[in-house]
């Protein structure tokens, strides 16, 4: 029996992880079905994780993480989770490769994963000229011309990696007013390179086999469309919890979920059921950022290790 599962790798899940093996859980896995590190790994650029100064990717503050938890014993199973439910005060948490564990106390750090905008084409040409990952596609682009979507943060950071690498940047926004650090519009509105397009939503990405070969942008005031023609379409339109996990057998959910999908918890991380945690981008009012997904983790780390003393002491 696991002293407590946590499910999902990224700085949530990786802080949980050091936080109970170091605070004396002796049987603790970190589900993570890909490599640890979790979505920020595809960030171009960090400069917010305090004490980090200079120039530095998403892996690189990540890459050190995971050897630092498992140095106090925690353990790592590349897998997916299907779902965790309980039965009495035991979690079962099912595996993708057909095993089932059990646990004391569960953490759910399952992040989010980023949206789709809904236009035509975007499904078709994903992953052949349409991208949600300018760290890992951009560099297909040296000296083109691409086109992001969005108006976020990530848009606009993503924007300026781009215009690093890239000939031009149209940066495609539904508004005329940024969702975003005032520094980083700052530097979106200082770099020559970057066009920015307000109030015009994709209506269309088109090309051929070889892949993409423009955007069509619609201007939502005037109704007029633009044919722009670009062989790499970005789009940053944000992000959606991963709850699956928590869904039961019936449709229900295992804990309180608001109307997002967002984890219900309260400032010790405890969800509305006993022995269940959640930490970091899944969980409601989460202000999204790698220092609070990690202060999260802690926080309901140290709330797993108080209950499974209280609750399971010999
Ligand atoms: P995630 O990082 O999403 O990690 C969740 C992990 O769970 C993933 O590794 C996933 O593979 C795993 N997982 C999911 N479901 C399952 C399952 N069923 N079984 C097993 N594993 C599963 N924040 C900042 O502070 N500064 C920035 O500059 C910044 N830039 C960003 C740039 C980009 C492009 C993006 C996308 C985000 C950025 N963020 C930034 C936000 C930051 O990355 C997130 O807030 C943070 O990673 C959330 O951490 P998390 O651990 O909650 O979730
Ligand atoms: P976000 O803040 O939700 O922004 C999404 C953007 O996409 C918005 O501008 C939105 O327009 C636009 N959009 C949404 N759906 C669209 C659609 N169907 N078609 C066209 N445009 C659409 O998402 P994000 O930028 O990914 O950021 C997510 C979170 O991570 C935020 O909390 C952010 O602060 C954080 N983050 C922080 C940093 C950092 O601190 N350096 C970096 C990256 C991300 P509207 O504005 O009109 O809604």
Redesign the pocket.
């Known amino acids: 029996m696991l002293d407590c599962a946590i ?8 802080t949980a992880g050091l936080y109970t093996t170091r605070g004396g859980l002796g049987n603790v896995i970190m ?19 305090p004490g980090v100064t200079g120039e530095i990717t ?1 892996m690189d503050l990540m890459q050190p993480w995971p050897e630092q938890c498992m140095k106090f014993g925690l353990k790592h199973e590349m ?4 779902q965790v439910s309980k039965d009495g005060d035991v979690f079962k948490i099912k595996r ?1 490769d057909g095993k089932v564990d059990e646990a004391r106390s569960v953490i759910v ?6 949206k789709r905008a809904g236009f035509k084409g975007e499904d078709e040409f994903f992953g052949r000229g349409v991208s949600t ?3 890992c596609d951009g560099f297909f682009y040296k000296d083109k011309e691409v086109a992001v979507i969005g108006g976020g ?2 848009a606009l ?2 924007s300026l990696y781009l215009a690093k690498i890239c000939s031009k940047v149209y940066l495609i926004h539904r508004r005329d007013k940024y969702r975003a650090a005032p520094n980083t519009i700052k530097r979106v509105e200082n770099t020559p390179n970057i066009e920015r397009i307000y109030n015009s939503i994709p209506d269309e990405v088109y090309g051929d086999n070889m892949g993409v070969n423009g955007i069509k942008i619609r201007n939502r005031e005037t109704g007029e469309i633009t044919d722009i023609k670009v062989p790499g379409v970005f789009v ?1 339109v944000g ?1 959606n919890v ?1 709850n ?2 928590l869904k039961q057998d019936d449709g229900t959910f295992l804990c309180e979920l608001n109307e997002q999908g967002q984890v219900k918890v309260n400032l010790r991380m405890e969800t509305s059921l006993e022995g269940l945690f959640a ?4 969980r409601e009012d ?9 202060g ?2 802690a926080a309901a780390a140290l709330s797993a290790i108080s209950y499974v003393d209280e609750k399971f002491q010999d």
């Open positions: 499910v999902g790798g990224g700085p949530a899940g990786l589900y993570e079905k890909g490599l640890p590190g979790g979505q920020i790994t595809q960030s171009s650029e960090i400069e917010n994780y998403g897998v997916e989770v299907l993708g750090c399952t992040g989010s994963v980023p990952c300018a760290t943060d990530t950071e993503e940053f992000n991963n699956e996990v930490a970091g981008d899944i989460a202000p999204k950022q790698v220092v609070c997904a990690a999260d983790g």
